[in-house]
């Protein structure tokens, strides 16, 4: 690797005492001249002590939430790759310098961290399932598939970063990083790494339901923004649908009598073809907004250079 190339490494903590000072270390050991930067988020343990004491530059982030510090560190930090692990020993640093030559290699922006259990207990229950759920149903709206949209491993380029927004506020954010780079449709791939439990004494952060309803109310965000059109043509449909359903009865009596004699039904089906009009007129507004805000994107991104 060259000596000029800055390789930076986001750890995000929380109350880490137990695993942050082996993910320090580790990351040091695998990837020489790699600079560690654990972000401290108001951790009430002896997490930042035993960080710098590992060797790693700490910062603290006092905004809690695991996309603030995301979004802190990725604007604080300059480097040309940068990798995000969590700060609970659970990835395997091992499998870094191969994630780091794929970059270089492809050249890719992307490099996600697919998870392999390297024991039965790794995953919570539900978690699995969950991450399968949301892997499908992304992939299925954003037209790219993806095995673990999850995971907190990742080795990106600058130009990824740099151009990456970062508006999550928890564990949200890897969400946001994936559909990102669906958006943006950068170069990306993925490579198998090991995950395993978590330090005895060590408890995770993730809420399964809590977190679950955030991740699932970011991605209808996300469809709402990325994708107006289909997510306001839904509307549409549904609305016309409405509408004509209302509406059937009221044309049958009129044939029938030549009289209108549903006022209410009739008032309901215009308001539903008109709000049905309205949803597909605004998914069409919002789809040139979209064009244009995605253009302004890549031109952000094309700014840096590739990696290398």
Not at 105 to 129: F, I, Q
Request: overall charge negative; hydrophobic content about 45%; aromatic content about 8%.
């Amino acid at each position: 690797m060259s000596s000029e190339r800055v390789i930076a490494a986001i750890v995000p903590c929380y109350n880490e005492e137990l695993a942050v000072g082996t993910v320090v270390r580790d990351l040091l050991a695998a990837v020489p001249g790699i600079v560690v930067y654990v972000y401290d988020n108001n951790s009430t343990d002896q997490t930042r002590r035993v960080a710098e004491e590992a060797g790693a530059i700490v910062r603290l982030e006092t905004a809690q939430g695991k996309g603030s510090v995301v979004r802190r560190a990725f604007a604080d930090v300059e480097a040309d790759i940068y990798v995000m692990i969590d700060g609970d020993d659970t990835y395997s640093v091992d499998a870094l310098p191969g994630m780091i030559d794929t970059l270089l290699d492809g050249p890719y922006d992307h490099v996600l961290g697919v998870r392999r259990e390297v024991s039965d207990t790794a995953y919570r229950p539900g978690h699995a399932l969950g991450n399968r759920g949301f892997n499908y149903l992304t992939g299925s709206i954003f037209g790219n598939q993806v095995s673990d949209m999850l995971s907190g491993y990742r080795v990106m380029s600058r130009r990824f970063v740099k151009s990456f927004p970062a508006l999550s506020r928890e564990f949200e954010i890897e969400t946001e990083l994936t559909v990102h780079a669906m958006s943006l449709r950068v170069p990306q791939t993925e490579v198998e790494v090991g995950f395993k439990d978590r330090p005895e004494g060590s408890e995770s952060k993730l809420r399964t339901y809590h977190d679950g309803f955030r991740i699932l109310r970011l991605i209808g965000q996300l469809i709402r923004h990325e994708r107006p059109l289909l997510f306001f043509g839904w509307i549409a449909v549904a609305m016309t649908v409405i509408g004509i359903i209302l509406g059937i009865p009221v044309v049958l009596d009129y044939l029938d009598t030549g009289e209108v004699l549903r006022i209410p039904t009739v008032s309901l089906t215009i308001t539903a073809l008109i709000l049905g009009a309205l949803a597909f007129a605004i998914g069409l507004v919002l789809d040139g907004v979209l064009r244009s805000r995605r253009e302004h994107g890549r031109l952000i991104y094309l700014l840096h250079s590739p990696p290398r």
